[in-house]
């Protein structure tokens, strides 16, 4: 007995070991020998707690079965026994057990856990909203999981491959450790290349998820990794990395997150799709199991620190595998929320600042065992995981189509009252047909709200709810509501607990809520206000109110809560007095909409009454419109198209067809509200006209390929931000509140996490303030249809949105690096004013260009960009008159207000040519560049090639710059007259150099070799080619001679002109022994042209050493550059005429 006790003792030892470590492929065969010898309570509970992780939910049954009837008082055990069962898709074997060991739940948990059970099989009725398919040419015996776009491949997780260089299994499951692969999508046949495991990713342990920016640049993923000095129990936990794509399109050694820590698991990540959030799952100590974290994007590239998203998502049980479709609507997995079993996909949005409403898939998504890893390719496809039974795997990756619901299909939308004003909560509904028979059953919620889906139009049911239900009474009734929960009808009962109702279509539910909207007093009212003192949510008090009807009886009484808030729902239509314990006629009280919207209802204040008499609704009735779709004329498109009406939050609110001749209609658009349509495959040249119901006629602009913009210009959007130093810094919360013109708060809403919020549906002639609910140090700046961001000035406590009219014009720039057009990322400009605030933002396209409208010309700015130093800025105004232009320093540049700048009278013309002046009538960018490198201007050459630069400073001088340098052109430069001045002579960079001419300039006329005559400028200065000298030598070389030959025929031809040669040397040796090698060279070239004849009083020189290089003498690496080197050391030639030949100081 002793051996086999402590055989038995051993066993469940080292079982215990590698369950701790969560390696329960290895726990199993011990605590199944310790089984044998003693079903120890922790064995039996453990070995089923195994099987359950591996997911094998069958042998994970048997053993729960076991030890709950060992150990019936376990009331943990019963939770997880009942989820297996559900693993196992036996709902009502689950309800069963319940109600077996029920004696250990009170009923309050007793009731929770019955209906949740047939809540669920209540979903079985409902409408699939998806259809999925399993990739099978994907899939494999082995495990695949989270797949994600990348590119125009796919990415996704998988244990198939096994690594060659290490035998080593996963301790947990003792198979392949998993790896992220990529897939390339044949388009013809969407057949699937082979997979491969991804570069510089995968670590010789777990690898993924992966998650990848919407650029594709970057890419997030979890990974487990080895950290040495850990002890051999220690258990290495999955931290987050992210990888960048560098210049050579390969992706960066993985960079660990800032806030990883090697105690808790870090794991699955997902970017908004504007990359400034990112959401992962962690078993962090504030939270339970696994919990969903959000962790913000600085200004500086950084992470906030990762905050829990709340309760209202996170239960005391898992959430994995997050996703966020967008930044304010977030879907997960979960196995804590009422779900089929398992792991289930949920969705939840952000409200407020507050994530919530968490809303399950259902079937086909989610099935009795694990579902997750859900990702949208577009709003209607995408991909998620599951473990299901018939999968091809261990884990495979399914295909989803969200589908539009059947024609002829309805639903009953409603909620259920036991009498006026006491919902009918969670209880069981059943929907019976003529014969008596349950067609589909549901629950109502805490507000008593219930749907019953996929039912034929026009038939005759029954709602049946328990007649024994003692809350029921001869004032029961069911409020049937439309889609957008609005109550368009009333249902009273036939027989106790037993409603009928005849199902209507959606187009005649439609019209019952036209008419509901005309007769508001038909239907119950909700009461939701906020008591505050000078901003609502500065009021915490909990204060008790009353509802009083119009009889004097108190009808509902609740406390406000921590915000000041109160909410009475479905009162009967009337007149209402609020009663307040205390006097509070020194506050404001605002009553509010289910949005949260103010509502302006008439309130009359004394002391503590404040007294409510709701009006009939004046808002406008909905309107419709007739359309045409057509290429040139109306009538001649007759392919039929389908046609979405799309809202501006991007939902799609009606869908209709055109006709044979392009027509289609739409009927009951909300009258105060903006939309786009869309022409669903529409060609690049569609055009679309509506028609309003009173006849007006109106050709839609096109924002793209297919979608064109309805806009009610009765009403428009204002949208906003809030910053501190630059747009996007500011991530707290604010509540910011509109006020109109007589200093109420008529509208209210939060910034979300990069202090940006928006109030829509304004009549566009109303004049209003915005005030913060809190005192901060920040900047306001409103955001026009163009996306430009003005700033607001603050006046007292308040941001009046009045601007002072000034005279205004637009700023449109470029960045560029060696010339615009060459910068093609999308880089952040901001427009700085004079005290160092930003004013407005913009980003550059994809050539690096970009505008600011409206500036008034009387300020001074600056642009600054972020992430770039090395880039230069050309700004001209609407017209394409220069500004200003310059390089960045420090990422900044200077612009002067035009009233501030000097007169300028200089100016440069020219024309471009190939071979013969005229032949060049393309249009081409001709850029002016300073002394500095810096383009400065830019100007476009005419039909025949010519261009020309004003305003410019006199005697300087300039380089031209062509766009297609590239190309073999000529140029020569033309006075104000365009007579012929002179060639252009490129300098080593390919740029023509010219000194700017003065409206009244001093011309030569040359004659040239061939008897023709050429004006010039006095002062014309050219480099003679070929003028080089050997290395510290001063003596002319034969090429030297030939070109100073051509000087020497310049000259004999023309007695009036003289000549200053100007003598250059490299860096090489002493500065000063270069200053007199290089005078030594100017006088050899001197006496060589008087040796051919020339007097010496026609001659001048001077020599300049080192001192002006034409080009490097070393190389960027700082060596020897002996191409550069030999072109500095030259010799330039400037014609003067004798007169001035004289004055020249040297």
Known sequence: MTVVSITGFSQAKKGDYYFKRLEYIHAIPYYIKALKHEKDSSVLINLARSYYALKSYTKARQFYELAIQKFPENKELLDEYTAVL?????????????????????????????????????????????????????????????????????????????????????????????????????????????????????????????????????????????????????????????????????????????????????????????????????????????????????????????????????????????????????????????????????????????????????EPINSAHDDFGIVFTDKNHGYFSSNREGGKGEDDIYSFTKVEPPKNITEIRGVFMYSELAPAKNKKLELVDEEGNVVQFTFTDNEGNFVFEGLPIHKDYGIRIDEEDPQLTVASVIYVKDKNDRIVDEIHPISRGYFA????????????????????????????????????GDYSDSIEVMVINEDGEVVLKAFLDSSGVFNFKNLPYGSYTLHFSEDVSDKNLILLDEEGKFKNVPIKIDGKNYYIIPEKSEKEKPYAFNGKIFKKLPGDYHQRMKINVVDEDGNIIYTTFTDEYGNFAFEKLPFDANFKIEVQDAPEDLELLVVSDIGEEQLLDKEKRGVYRLSNEEYQSLIGSIYQKLPGDYSGKMEVYLIDDEGNIVMKTLTDEAGNFVFKKLPPDGKYKIKLAKEEDVNLVLIDHLGQEHLVEKNGDTYDLQAQKIKMQDLVGNIYKTLPGDYNQPLEVYLVDEEGNIVLKTITDEKGNFVFENLPMDKNFSIKVQGEEDVSVLLTDEVGEMIAAGKLSGGEFEIQSQESEKEKSGFIAGEIFKKLPGDYSQKMEVYLVDEEGNIIMKTYTDENGKFKFENLPVDKTFRIQLANASEDFNLVFLDENNRLLEKGMQDESGNFVFHTLPSETE??????????????????????????????????????????DKVVTLLKNNPHVGVIIKAHTDNVGDEQYNLYLSELRAKSARDYLVSKGIDKSRIRYKGYGETQPIAPNTKADGSDNPEGRAKNRRAEIVIKSLEKLKEEKL
């Open 86 to 362: 559900k693993a196992n898709n036996e709902l009502s074997r689950a309800k069963e057990v319940v109600l077996v060991y029920a004696n250990r739940l009170d009923s309050a948990e007793l009731e929770e856990k019955l209906i949740s059970i047939e809540k669920v099989l209540s979903w079985k009725y409902k409408q699939p909203r998806f259809v999925i398919k399993n990739l099978e040419a994907l899939n494999t015996p082995y495990t695949e999981f989270s797949l994600v776009p990348y590119g125009k491949s796919l990415a996704f997780v998988t244990n198939r491959f096994k690594d060659i260089t290490d035998e080593n299994m996963a301790g947990v499951t003792e198979e392949p450790y998993f790896k992220v692969s990529i897939v390339e999508v044949n388009p013809d046949d969407s057949s699937f290349s082979k997979p491969k495991p991804l570069k510089n990713v995968n670590g010789p342990y777990h690898t993924g998820p992966i998650f990848f920016s919407q650029d594709g640049k970057t890419a997030y993923f979890s990974r487990v990794d080895f950290i040495p000095g850990k002890g051999k129990d220690f258990v290495f936990k999955p931290q987050l990395y992210y990888v960048t794509i560098n210049e050579k399109g390969k992706w960066s050694k993985p960079i660990p997150f800032e806030h990883n820590n090697p105690k808790y698991s870090f794991l699955h990540p997902t970017l908004s799709p504007d990359g400034t959030l990112l959401a992962f799952a962690s078993d962090m100590k504030e939270g339970h199991k696994f919990d969903i974290y959000i962790s913000q994007k600085q200004s500086d590239g950084k992470w906030s620190k990762p905050q829990n998203i709340g309760n209202e998502v996170n239960t005391a049980e898992n959430e994995l595998f997050p996703y966020l479709y967008s930044k304010d609507t977030l879907y997960f997995s979960s196995d804590g929320h009422l779900g089929f079993g398992g792991l289930d996909i949920f969705r939840a949005v952000n409200k407020d600042g507050k994530w919530g409403n968490v809303e399950n898939l259902q």
């Open 1003 to 1044: 011309y030569l006329t040359i004659k040239q070799e061939d008897e023709t005559t050429l004006k010039i400028r006095d002062d014309f200065h050219f480099q003679v080619h070929n003028i080089f000298y050997d290395f510290r030598t001063y003596n002319l070389n034969d090429e030297a001679k030939k070109e100073l």
């Open 501 to 536: 109702y005849t199902t209507l279509s959606p187009e005649e539910v439609e019209q019952l809520s036209l008419l509901a909207e005309e007769n508001p007093e038909m239907f119950p009212i909700n009461l939701i206000g906020q008591v505050y003192q000078k901003l609502p």
